[in-house]
């Protein structure tokens, strides 16, 4: 079963310094933190805040190269979590066709954001994470680092 979900913010792990984003489900309380590359968390903070670039980023290219193959991105999906990373896919309609392309949840998100399509989340992957965060954060040495509640700290991102 899949589960809509929207971006609820973006966050610093305060213990790796990595950017994490952080899903929310839109009809429920279920939350899935996503760690990600610097550049990619920068990609959807400046669609967050709908801040333009004087020219195309990679993702606004990507869904500029979609529109012109005359497909549209009906919707992403974190499709499943394995050794602690994500998998996703892009799926595109063309002619009626539904294509699947292989991508980062990270780009996948911030390509969902550009083409303003929903972003699916499998429920297993949503299962999973929950006990491998706390799996994560109970290694973690110095546990001063992290907010007492990871999934409530969800404050803005800092560009």
């Known amino acids: 079963m899949e589960i809509e979900m929207k971006i609820r913010g973006l966050m610093m792990d305060p213990a790796a310094n990595t950017p994490i ?7 429920g309380e279920a939350m899935l933190p996503i ?26 290219l990507i869904k500029n190269i979609i529109m012109e193959f005359g497909a549209t991105v ?3 999906i974190i499709t499943d979590l394995i050794d ?3 998998f996703s896919v892009i799926e595109l309609i063309k002619n009626g066709e539904v294509i699947l392309i292989d991508s980062r949840p990270s780009d996948a998100i911030a390509l969902a954001m550009r083409a303003d399509c929903p972003i699916y989340v499998n429920e297993e992957v949503i299962n999973n994470s929950a006990s491998s965060i706390i799996e ?6 110095d546990d001063d680092d992290w907010p ?5 700290d969800a404050s803005d991102y800092k560009m």
């Open 136 to 141: 994560e954060v109970a290694s973690q040495d």
């Open 74 to 76: 009906r919707r992403i």
């Open 148 to 152: 007492d509640d990871l999934l409530d």
């Open 35 to 60: 760690w990600v590359g610097a550049f990619e968390a920068n990609a959807i903070a400046l669609e967050i805040e709908k801040l333009p670039s004087q020219r195309p980023m990679t993702h606004d």
């Open 84 to 86: 602690n990373t994500f």
């Open 21 to 27: 984003i952080i899903l929310k489900d839109i009809n």
